[in-house]
């Protein structure tokens, strides 16, 4: 299946980057939701759950979704957002917006840890896609 | 499948040259039980400790608990898959330590979480604050990888808790409680009039720090399937899942899981109990619509009348949530939600990540953004290091008093998705 | 400790002066006072605290110089300086439960002082107010009396004190949509396999939270033949001819406008405005198109794609307006359209 991975978190791109349509956002995790946002309100279709982890959204600060490009039934029209991706997002952008305390995460072996949590939250939706 | 779980109430636990139980009272010698830890080369040290309730001791981060078991009669041995051969377990007779368990704590991840105080406001939020905890804190290898980390404390805690679950071999019990479920069709003649009733039992299931294991199995590799509720109590599920302390579901919670133990108590009287379904909470939108669809398909071709389904954890495992309870109405049976909420510090907030009209009996464990303020208490058996770091608490978390302002997600259990403590909300 | 002082606010029947023919008088202070139910209240407070002043209203009077009144009650209040304001209890009576929500709800709010009322679950002034002063939960006539100041005294006490003020179900207030603690007294799996036998019974059970109310509408099939359909527009983004000749409040809206369409092909500057007071008007006043899309459909129309625009359009302000208000508006809006033989209707939002 073709999709492409929407991702703030650099080890992700290091990982998929040679066999994945990896495309990087320079921004926080709501920046990924915004674009992703952005992106559904234009079509694209998201397969995996923008909440997906029990990390706190105020808490990590990477972010990584499989997006699949939207395709419209007439060829040049942009496509119709799917319902089910717009609600999910939706949702996903008020729950970030409900934790507050938000934290700036500067310390090295933390980001790390972050980053290695994401990618493997993202390698259970990978694997999950290309099989 | 009938199981008798024979009940060892512990009143103490005290270090000693012997291990042993006598008189109700754990005597342990730790030099007994380092072995049993540093068999795993990732681990280089261990410190064992013990803290009581009411006494000023906080436990973080913790990773587990888990209630030291042992099985004396019947097919299999405790942690089928984990630790014992993956014979099928649920029935004959185990032995259970009460009032005690072995807590795993230590710094995994920076954000590791979870607290456990023994006294104190936290004390009212956390159920371990009632139990006799032999708490291990491990250290790693150097430059151990974080999944390493997490798979060798893991295991350390189960072999710890088989140990010492072993000293209860040729005990008498101080109570016996007898499990048993029927075949489908002896349940139908049995109980012509009562309603058959299912318990869907989500699994945390994402990816590193957010897993269970089923018999050994990652369950995120399963489809849907039954069990039976007594497998549980022989540990046939066990928690690989260190994150959102409040809601997720220690090894502990699995052995005596509260939805299994109080559908029991009304087994024979308002209802069947049938069976136990588990299904996973997968990041993959096609997982969930499978594992629902396929979760609901089972309430229906076992016949279920009503189902209670708990979930584990925060944010998209209320889309598996709302999705099973949307399908399994769908199929014309009667479901009741177990959940948490995360309202926002002021509880004006939608609760849930994903809500439905279907959804219109749930049973909630509180809001977990609530503050409460922690008191100094004078040990700490982990480490403070990265208090201010877990979700829940932020820089201002440790203030100049030495008390601690945090939501109630840090804590231990606080507001456990399987109905296992007695918060609410409103 | 000092006493808590209290100020009560009752209407004219309760404080004895008489029933309808009497609703009609204006508001009255007696200071230093305790007049009908305050008697019980007073009884109740013991030694901890007492009623300093009672506020007499007739409900008609209250309900129809609403803000002249509330001016005049608050000055006194703010001089009387209490720790607590109750109003009531209203029970079922609608004109006098609006008041003491109403009268409530601006004591709290614009002099910062605790304040309380009590009427019955069903008195349209619950859910007015409930979510902006406590309102405790009565019978619905004043043979309730004697609990409701029971309840509500002991809730007067605890609030004024400044103890911690539990949960709605614990408390016995109407549940203010804020989420709250508390601990049960069965474990929650005990709670829910309870709960699904009485779900399995068909027996009543409440829910301990609600879904929200997401009001779905299924939407109508897709119009057949666009280009013989008449389409008209309605928004929420408050596109008003400019002046704004209905005063359509910039939040909270108590009214909807209709205007006409007639000759006009593009909205300006001159002539259109928002009159929303919830998002940047910059772009709306520039060019109301954007919100209202008269331009556009004066296009389609042109094209032939669509039958022809509807003469009239309707517009209101969704800032912050209630969903009851909401509700009316539509509700009105869509019996004018049907009327006229509108086929479709295009809603704007911001």
Redesign the interface.
């Known amino acids: 299946m073709k999709y492409y991975i929407l991702t703030n978190n650099p080890l992700a791109a290091e990982e998929f980057g040679k066999t994945h349509d990896v495309r990087t956002v320079d921004g926080k995790l709501i920046d990924v939701l915004i674009a992703a946002r952005d992106q559904i309100s234009r079509g694209a279709v ?15 600060p990477f972010r990584s979704l ?1 997006l699949q490009q939207g395709k419209s039934a007439s060829g040049d029209a942009p496509a119709m957002p799917d319902p ?1 991706s717009v609600r ?1 997002i939706g ?2 952008v ?2 970030f ?5 938000k ?1 700036e ?1 500067a ?1 090295r ?2 980001l790390d ?2 980053m ?2 994401d990618l ?6 990978v694997e ?2 290309d099989r | 499948m009938r199981l008798e779980i024979g009940k060892i109430n512990i009143t103490d636990i005290r270090f000693a040259e012997e291990s042993k139980i006598e008189k109700g009272i754990l005597y342990v010698n730790p030099e007994d039980l380092k072995p049993v830890v540093l068999e795993d080369e990732k681990l280089v040290d261990v410190v064992f400790d013990i803290a009581k309730p009411g006494e000023s001791v906080r436990i973080t981060p913790v990773k587990d608990v888990i209630e030291p078991r042992v099985k004396v009669e019947g097919k299999g041995g405790i942690f089928p898959g984990v630790i014992a051969k993956v014979d099928t377990v649920g029935s004959g007779k185990t032995l259970a330590l009460k009032g005690m368990a072995v807590v795993t704590a230590g710094r995994i ?3 590791q979480e979870g607290i456990i105080d023994m006294t104190g406001v936290g004390a009212q939020y956390t159920p371990f604050s009632k139990t006799l905890n032999l708490c291990m804190v491990c250290e790693p290898a150097p430059d151990l ?3 390493d980390y997490e798979k060798a404390v893991r295991m350390a805690g189960f072999r710890v808790a088989t140990k010492i679950g072993e000293l209860a071999r040729g005990i008498e019990p101080d109570e016996t409680c007898v499990y048993e479920t029927l075949g489908i069709k002896e349940g139908i003649e049995k109980y012509p009039d009562l309603p058959r009733v299912g318990y869907v039992s989500m699994l ?1 299931t ?5 897993d269970t294991y089923v018999y050994g199995v990652d369950a ?1 590799k399963i489809i849907p399937t039954i069990i039976s509720p007594t497998e549980a109590m022989d540990g046939a599920i066990v928690s690989g ?1 260190c ?2 302390a409040c ?2 579901n220690p090894t502990y919670i699995h052995q005596n899981n509260p939805v299994i133990e109080d559908l029991f108590a009304q087994h024979g009287k308002t209802l069947n109990f049938v069976c136990q379904i588990i299904t996973n909470e ?7 619509e499978r594992s629902s669809n396929m979760t609901a398909k089972l309430c229906r071709m076992l016949d279920l009348d009503g189902v209670i389904v708990t979930q584990e ?4 495992p ?2 598996d949530l709302i999705m099973n309870c949307k399908k399994i109405e769908a199929e014309g049976v009667k479901t009741v939600i177990v959940t948490d909420e ?4 002021d509880g004006k ?2 609760s849930l ?2 809500a439905d009209a279907a959804a219109d009996a749930v049973v909630t464990g509180g809001n977990a ?1 609530e503050v409460v303020i922690l008191p100094k208490l004078d040990k700490v058996i982990g480490m403070m290091d ?1 208090v201010n ?4 608490a ?3 978390t440790l203030r100049e008093d030495g008390t601690l302002e945090v939501e109630l ?1 840090v804590i231990t259990g606080a507001t456990n998705e399987m109905g296992f403590g007695l918060l609410s909300a409103r | 400790m000092a006493k808590i002082k209290v100020v009560h606010y009752i209407n004219q029947f309760f404080a004895g002066i008489g029933g309808e023919e009497k609703a009609d008088i204006p508001a009255e202070l007696h200071k230093a006072e305790v007049i009908g139910p305050g008697m019980a209240f007073n009884t109740g407070f013991g030694d901890e605290a007492e009623i300093i002043a009672t506020i007499i209203c007739g409900d008609s009077y209250f309900n129809e110089n609403i803000d002249a009144v509330k001016a005049e009650i608050l000055g006194w209040v703010k001089e009387l300086a209490p720790d607590l304001f109750i109003a009531g209890p209203a029970f079922n009576a609608g004109r006098y439960g609006v008041a003491c929500g109403t009268i409530a709800a601006a004591v709290q709010e614009e002099l910062g002082i605790k304040s309380m009322t009590g009427m019955y679950v069903e008195n349209p002034g619950a859910d007015m107010y409930k979510d902006k002063t406590y309102i405790l939960e009565t019978k619905d006539s004043a043979a309730g009396m004697r609990a409701a100041v029971k309840k509500m005294t002991a809730f007067a006490l605890k609030y004024a004190k400044g103890e911690k003020i539990g949960a709605s179900c614990e408390e016995g207030y109407m549940n203010q949509g804020i989420r709250v603690n508390f601990f049960e007294k069965e474990r929650g799996s005990k709670r829910a396999v309870d709960m699904l036998i009485a779900k399995l019974n068909d027996k009543p059970f409440v829910t301990e939270y609600p879904m929200p109310d997401f009001d779905r509408v299924e939407p109508n099939p897709a119009v057949k033949d666009m280009a013989h359909a008449t389409i008209a527009l309605v928004t929420s983004g408050g596109i008003v001819p400019k002046g704004n000749p209905d005063h359509i409040e910039s939040s909270s809206a108590s009214k909807f406008g209709e205007y006409s369409l007639a000759g006009v092909t593009d909205l300006d500057a001159d002539t259109f405005e928002t009159a929303h007071g919830g998002y940047d008007p910059v772009y709306a006043n520039e060019d109301a198109d954007r919100v209202l899309p008269v331009d556009i459909m004066r296009e389609l129309e042109k094209e032939g794609v669509i039958g022809k625009l509807h003469e009239k359009y309707y517009a209101t302000v969704g800032n912050g307006t209630a969903v009851a208000s909401a509700k009316k508006y539509g509700a009105e809006i869509g019996k004018r359209l049907v009327a006229d033989g509108v086929d479709a209707v295009i809603l704007t939002s911001t």
């Not at chain 2, 994402?206 to 957010?210: K, V």
């Not at chain 2, 954890?313 to 998209?316: A, L, V, Y």
Request: glycine share 8%; proline share 2%.
């Open positions: 998201l397969l995996n759950h923008p909440l997906y982890g029990s990390v706190k959204p105020n808490e990590t499989l089910e999910l949702n996903a008020s729950a917006e409900k934790f507050t305390g934290k995460v310390d072996r933390l840890d972050f290695v949590v493997s939250l993202l390698r259970s939706a999950s896609a | 991840v920076g954000f990888k974080q999944h945390q994402q990816g590193l720090l957010h995120k899942n994150v959102s809601d997720k997968n990041v993959y939108l096609a997982d969930k954890g925060f944010g998209n209320d889309t995360y309202a926002g510090r907030s939608q990540a994903d953004n990265y770091k877990i979700a829940g932020s820089e201002d997600q």
